[in-house]
């Protein structure tokens, strides 16, 4: 089989091009399409805990940490306690932060207008219901797979 005729191929290349495109227009206000999700994943008026952020877009937590250590140093974001659970702390914008967070939420929508321009709702419906179908094949892979683990300790 051809990589050419490989779905992961086709995700993947495609995922690869839109990263590109987000990054080279985050880079022109100074900040990385990573960035950018997380500002788009921050409640403007009542902060988001931290801890929700990074399993929103898929982050490991050090890698987030470090995110957020930048993103303060730039000034898009800041902390304070949760004033319910004193143990966790919340997120805000910074007025640049937002105006950051609109310019990620508008490169999106703006993508999202022109694939819609050439694609009709039809196809849009087929390719998210292929999508769902694709992501039910890796759950009930990594199911298998937890399970065969689960299996292995037992029996060791």
Do not use: C
Not at 17 to 31: H, L
Not at 50 to 73: V, Y
Not at 134 to 140: A, E, K, R, S
Request: proline share 2%; no cysteine.
């Amino acid at each position: 089989m051809k990589r050419e005729e490989t779905v992961d191929y086709h995700i993947k290349s495609s995922w690869h091009a839109i990263s590109r495109m987000y990054n080279q227009q985050a880079a022109e206000e100074g900040f990385t399409t990573a960035i950018g999700f997380v500002l788009i994943n921050i409640n403007s008026k009542e902060g988001t805990p931290a801890t929700k952020i990074a399993p929103q877009i898929g982050l490991e937590t050090r890698s987030l940490t470090r995110m957020l250590k930048t993103m303060e140093e730039k000034g898009l974001i800041f902390k304070k306690p949760d004033l319910v659970d004193k143990r966790s702390v919340r997120i805000y914008l910074t007025e640049e932060g937002k105006r950051k967070k609109e310019r990620s939420i508008n490169t999106i929508r703006e993508f999202n207008e022109q694939v819609r321009s050439v694609v009709s709702q039809e196809e849009l419906n087929v390719f998210f219901s292929v999508f769902q179908k694709i992501q039910g094949v890796i759950d009930q892979v990594q199911t298998e797979k937890n399970i065969d683990l689960q299996k292995a300790i037992i029996e060791f």
